[in-house]
């Protein structure tokens, strides 16, 4: 089945208590190319998600964003610097003692003083992380698949007719090159007869003559070519394995064998069927730039 490079998925969940999202986005590339934007204190889920996502895609530009909350008050710790507190408490018992003040120190009044307090991030169980991030991602990719998929549907089903039309045209121009020789020979002879007027043509002279024309028009090996190619291009539609870069080729080879095709016959209605292949393939080579 053929798969797009265009593709987009979504998914957003509360796992363990993290509320966490995850988006994807790819566009044509020639290569795999992956950016994933993520809060830095998870960087080390970086990796695990780009292996995720080059089990679903071959192929494209593709853009991940994760966001990750945790549970409430969890993220966070409080940490008393104690030796710092009993300072404060030796001064304040101290200031008492030197005036005379009633001892009346409590942690409330302590507490007052908010350098002896300070904030720690809590350090996080990556494993426990990616097991709640994992199956959001998974989600996310599924639909991003479904989404390449359901494109690919329709670039397979607008290729299959263009090949269609291909192998119509290649039909024509069997059916008129086969004409060709038998126009060509009537020619030479009767510019021959226009040139000699009343003399006898040698027959084996003129059949000589025909043979050297025939070998330059012949497009005997080029039609067998573009059957051949377009015969492998309807195989390649309907594998499983990614063969965008390989169906890139085929269209060279295509347009290659069409263009020798227009060069060695120059009668009107093949010019004209070159013409109209010529677009098809040009139409075909634009289609297979989204394809995985």
């Not at 607008?158 to 020979?185: P, T, V, W």
């Not at 020619?187 to 025909?210: M, N």
């Not at 539609?237 to 890139?248: A, C, F, H, N």
């Amino acid at each position: 089945m053929l798969k797009s490079m265009t593709g987009y998925g979504r998914c957003s969940d509360c796992i363990d208590g993290f509320e966490i999202s995850f988006e994807i986005r790819s566009v044509n590339n020639r290569y795999l190319d992956t950016n994933i934007r993520l809060p830095r204190i998870y960087g080390y889920l970086e990796e695990k998600i780009k292996k995720a996502i080059q089990k679903k895609a071959a192929r494209g530009k593709v853009d991940a964003f994760l966001t990750v909350e945790r549970p409430a008050g969890e993220a966070t710790e409080i940490v008393l610097d104690e030796a710092l507190a009993a300072q404060y408490v030796g001064a304040l018992r101290k200031i008492a003692e030197n005036h005379g003040l009633r001892d009346d120190i409590s942690v409330s009044s302590v507490a007052r003083f908010s350098d002896i307090f300070s904030k720690k991030v809590k350090e996080d169980d990556a494993d426990a992380v990616w097991n709640a991030v994992e199956p959001v991602v998974e989600k996310a990719l599924d639909a991003f698949l479904t989404m390449r998929e359901k494109e690919g549907e329709n670039l397979f089903r607008d290729l299959d007719a263009r090949l269609d039309r291909m192998e119509q045209i290649l039909e024509s121009i069997k059916a008129h090159s086969a004409e060709a020789l038998g126009e060509y020979r009537d020619k030479l002879e009767a510019r021959l007869q226009e040139y000699l007027a009343d003399t006898q043509i040698d027959q084996s002279r003129l059949l000589t003559e025909v043979g050297i024309i025939a070998d330059k028009i012949d497009t005997g090996e080029e039609i067998t070519r573009l059957a051949s190619h377009i015969d492998q291009f309807r195989k390649l539609i309907r594998q499983d394995t990614p063969s965008g870069r390989t169906m890139d080729f085929l269209t060279q080879e295509l347009n290659r064998e069409v263009n020798t095709i227009g060069s060695k016959c120059s009668q009107l209605a093949v010019t004209s069927l070159v013409i109209d292949a010529k677009n098809e393939i040009e139409r075909i080579r634009e289609q297979i730039q989204n394809i995985e």
